[in-house]
């Protein structure tokens, strides 16, 4: 019994022996190119245990079949050729934690970048979520990058690796495995109910999310400043006022930027933060500009305010105080709550910033 159909034949597995098992012994009826078949025979021969990189020959001749040829003269690239190429390095050299990665799905940025990759078989086996490929790479960097890649360890777990090993199931089984591919997280590539985020991933994957128009974040390091002064939550949360709510919807952002990156942003926009006190009209904008204005500018905070609730009631009679007011950086000076948002955010960074993000001019 091969490593793979001993590891997923536990108790617990997430999918029974017998589909495994039909999966190990199916024959791969497509055409093989021959560059395929030698391919995939050294990379399953040369990559194994820890460093497997494909869970069947089946599985790697369908990525392969999606993937550019290449020069085998000159391996290089997003190709079979270069793969096959650092395949044969790894059977040679046995330094199989170097090529190994490279010689697999992803290309480990050597053999194409892993989002490259991801996006190319994605569109390829499974019906495209972002139909430009450069989009589609530009949101992938959002990803947390497990930093290898072993077809074992990577098969769940919210990460890029973990969707490169369902998106190269899903070249031989698209229906069960393109779900668990999609760049929104899906079991199995998703993290377990109460999971506590982390303000560098939630950050990484907002800043990727929403660009332009529809940023919310100046600067990585204002978004780090936030999410460290707001509660941490849980990843799986989508209302409350937490990192993990506003992860929630940077998710969702990838393939909606216009509805779901104002949620993700500094004040949740109505949908992070539902009103803890309904009688005060506090909204979760006030919510959280309180948090984030007790923590940034505490001097002034205490100056103007007995305590939180107190905040929350004088702020919920500012313009833009209730949700749905469409934060984004470029217009977040048109209303008076929108423009404190911003300021707070940046008085993280730069405390001069605490007079505007209290209410002085260009915030009246």
Known sequence: MTRWLSLVCLPLSWLGCEVIAGIEDRTFTSPVSEQCASYCATVMQSCTGEHQVYSTIETCQGVCALLDPG??????????????HQASLAASTRELAV????????????????????????????????????????????????EMFDVIANHDGDT????????????????EHCEHA??????????????????????????????????VYESTAQCLAVCEALPP????????????CRKSHAYSALLDPVTHCTHAGPGGDGHCGSS?????????DCTAYCTLLEAACKMAFDYDFADLAECELACSGLEGAGPETGYAVVSAE??????????????FVDPGACDAASGAAPCE
Do not use: W
């Open 71 to 84: 020069d085998p003269l000159e391996p290089a690239g997003n190709t079979v050729a270069c793969r096959a």
């Open 99 to 146: 090529h190994c990665p490279r010689s697999g799905p992803g290309g480990d940025g050597f053999c194409g970048s892993d989002c490259e990759s991801y996006c190319a078989l994605y569109a390829g086996a499974c019906s495209p979520e972002i139909p430009a490929q450069e989009d589609c790479i530009a949101r992938c960097e959002g990803l947390k990058d497990a």
């Open 160 to 175: 890029l690796q973990c969707r490169l090993v369902h998106v190269s199931s899903a070249t031989v089984e698209p229906a």
């Open 182 to 215: 999609r760049l929104v997280p899906v079991a199995p590539c998703a993290d377990p109910a109460g999971t506590a985020p982390v303000c560098e991933e939630y950050c990484q994957l907002v800043m990727a999310a929403c660009q332009g128009d529809h940023a």
């Open 233 to 244: 939550g849980s990843t799986d949360q989508r209302t409350e006022n937490t990192v993990g």
């Open 276 to 284: 803890a006190a309904p009688e005060t009209g506090s909204t979760g």
């Open 334 to 347: 048109q209303t008076a709550l929108d423009c404190r948002l911003l300021h707070v955010s940046r008085a």
